[in-house]
């Protein structure tokens, strides 16, 4: 688990030099942005419920045959399981959005999940999909409560999504 700060200065440590320009500019981008990383998180702890919810709605309007008989959140069992994983998604989304920091998604969402996903027939598209709408309800909330740029929030959804994308093609 890294965040902006402590992975730009160990950068700088390996290399023995001071913060120069580059580092002060992406230093001051970080914390130009920290209201939006904030206000993103807060909703996020407040309407995780919601959004989760939400976006589940959204899959299943896009994609009903993943609750019919056949589809892989098929049964409460699995459905539940299918909305769990959305929820860790979105938890560890909020943890890289504050730290500004994907390292933490790879480390404990997306190593490892592509085989276990693979060996239980969850398929990649509808998961990279409900995440993709996961990021659309948090944008569009955050907009309603006044905030404008939603492009630093989508950053660590995107990244789960091509994380998943990629090990699948990769697979195959
Ligand atoms: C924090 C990191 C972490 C992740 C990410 C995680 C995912 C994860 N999802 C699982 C299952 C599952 N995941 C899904 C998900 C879905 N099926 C669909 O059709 C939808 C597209 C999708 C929801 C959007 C389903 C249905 C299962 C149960 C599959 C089964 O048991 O047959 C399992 C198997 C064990 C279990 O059911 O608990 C794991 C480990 N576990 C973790 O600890």
């Given at each position: 688990m890294r965040d902006a700060i402590t992975g730009l200065i160990g950068r700088y440590d390996q290399l023995g030099r001071y913060l120069d320009?580059?580092?002060?500019?992406?230093i001051s981008t970080y914390y130009s942005e920290s209201s939006v990383r904030l206000a993103a998180v807060e909703l996020i702890n407040r309407e995780a419920a919601t959004i989760v919810r939400e976006a589940a709605q959204r899959l299943w309007l896009a994609d009903p045959e993943l609750i019919l008989p056949?589809?892989?959140a098929y049964t409460t069992r699995r459905?539940?399981?299918?909305?769990?994983?959305?929820?860790?998604?979105?938890r560890y989304v909020s943890y890289a959005l504050i730290?500004?920091?994907?390292?933490?998604l790879n480390e404990r969402v997306?190593?490892?999940l592509d085989d276990t996903?693979?060996?239980?027939?969850v398929p990649t598209g509808p998961t990279?999909?409900?995440?993709?709408?996961m990021a659309d309800v948090v944008c569009e909330m955050l907009l309603e409560s006044g905030v404008a740029s939603a492009?630093?929030?989508r950053a660590p959804f995107d990244h789960l999504c091509r994380g998943l994308g990629a090990t699948n093609l990769r697979a195959r």
């Amino acid at each position: 688990m890294r965040d902006a700060i402590t992975g730009l200065i160990g950068r700088y440590d390996q290399l023995g030099r001071y913060l120069d320009r580059d580092a002060i500019d992406r230093i001051s981008t970080y914390y130009s942005e920290s209201s939006v990383r904030l206000a993103a998180v807060e909703l996020i702890n407040r309407e995780a419920a919601t959004i989760v919810r939400e976006a589940a709605q959204r899959l299943w309007l896009a994609d009903p045959e993943l609750i019919l008989p056949g589809g892989n959140a098929y049964t409460t069992r699995r459905l539940s399981a299918c909305l769990r994983d959305m929820d860790y998604f979105l938890r560890y989304v909020s943890y890289a959005l504050i730290a500004d920091d994907a390292s933490i998604l790879n480390e404990r969402v997306l190593n490892g999940l592509d085989d276990t996903y693979k060996s239980l027939g969850v398929p990649t598209g509808p998961t990279v999909r409900s995440i993709a709408l996961m990021a659309d309800v948090v944008c569009e909330m955050l907009l309603e409560s006044g905030v404008a740029s939603a492009i630093v929030v989508r950053a660590p959804f995107d990244h789960l999504c091509r994380g998943l994308g990629a090990t699948n093609l990769r697979a195959r």
